[in-house]
């Protein structure tokens, strides 16, 4: 690592709770990889605190930051402007703060999904049929990718039937050819024969001794072969789901590829280099299971 001194730059990821991110390691890795003298921090921020943290940022110079839950949502009303997908999706997730301290915000979780997905199954969702599960900040990100990336048919099966009406309600404005529809959860069964596609969105399945666990493994021995299966959590090792997935030989991924992929288009944002992405992924996962560690030494 450069040596910290008085040029040293600030990045962050502002958070309510943030100390579980994996972002710093993932972006200091970044920075030490290009010799970059800026260090990237985590800070809890509540929501009433949040427009002063970001005017801090500013007045600090910061290059920029991230923000994860709950702020996504609350930062839209705070930039000075938005790129087309931030907009689009309702969220920002990255922020750049110009010389003039000009905020621009950005969503990169879009891309991220998109470009775990190629990465992990070789191709993106143009022409498929999809069945996205929740219907929270993440889903949002995932369906805005799915519209703009020419996915021929999108269901979004949510618990709160509300949530996933009002999603559809809002991406049915997007540009784009898909046809979108919202249902409750379990109506998804019986619709699982002609899903090419299945993206989890829930926090569900990280916690498989959950009664709700029970439908996610349902819906997976009801798929069609060949279906792919996208869990945007991650866990140390794979998810439930992943693992449930690939004991049935479908295509698998968590979502330690779509957090890098995001994290490499905040990196490009700010330096305008490349985000190592292999070093970055297998040192999360290190990262992941030393923490798992540290929780069953503890318990
Ligand atoms: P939200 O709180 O916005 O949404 C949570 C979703 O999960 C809702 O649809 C909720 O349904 C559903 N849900 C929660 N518990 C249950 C349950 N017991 N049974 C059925 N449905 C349930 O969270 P986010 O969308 O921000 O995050 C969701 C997950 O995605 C997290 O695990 C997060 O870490 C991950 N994520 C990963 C990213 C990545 O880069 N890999 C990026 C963003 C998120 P309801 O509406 O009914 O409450």
Not at 164 to 177: I, Y
Request: aromatic letters at 4%; glycine letters at 14%.
């Amino acid at each position: 690592m450069t040596a910290i001194d008085g040029h040293t730059r600030l990045l962050a990821v502002l958070g309510d709770p943030v100390h579980h991110s994996l972002s710093p390691a993932m972006h200091n890795l970044g920075m030490e990889h290009w010799g970059l003298n800026c260090r990237y921090l985590a800070f809890h921020v509540s929501p009433a605190g949040l427009p002063q943290a970001v005017r801090g940022l500013a007045a600090l110079g910061a290059v920029g930051f991230n923000a994860t839950i709950p702020h996504k949502e609350a930062l839209v009303g705070l930039m000075d402007e938005l790129d087309p997908t931030a907009a689009g999706v309702g969220a920002v997730n990255t922020v750049v703060i110009a010389a003039d301290g000009r905020l621009t915000g950005h969503n990169t979780d879009t891309h991220g999904f998109l470009a775990a997905m190629t990465a992990a199954f070789g191709k993106g969702p143009r022409g498929l049929r999809v069945l996205v599960l929740g219907a929270g900040g993440g889903a949002r990100g995932v369906v805005e990718g799915l519209i703009g990336a020419g996915a021929h048919e999108i269901l979004v099966a949510n618990r709160t039937p509300a949530r996933a009406e009002a999603l559809v309600g809002a991406a049915k404005q997007r540009p784009g050819d898909a046809t979108l529809e919202a249902v409750p959860l379990d109506h998804a069964l019986p619709r699982l024969g002609e899903i090419e596609l299945v993206v989890n969105t829930t926090s569900l399945g990280l916690t498989p001794e959950a009664p709700e666990w029970t439908l996610l493994h349902r819906l997976v021995e009801k798929l069609a072969p060949g279906c792919g299966v996208m869990d945007i959590a991650y866990a140390p090792g794979e998810t439930p789901l992943v693992t449930a997935a690939r004991s049935r030989g479908l295509p698998a991924t968590d979502g330690l590829g779509m957090l890098v992929h995001q994290g490499a288009t905040a990196f490009r944002l700010w330096t305008g280099k490349e985000l190592p992405i292999e070093a970055v992924t297998h040192h999360l996962r290190k990262k992941l299971k030393e923490r798992e560690g540290t929780k069953k030494n503890r318990g």
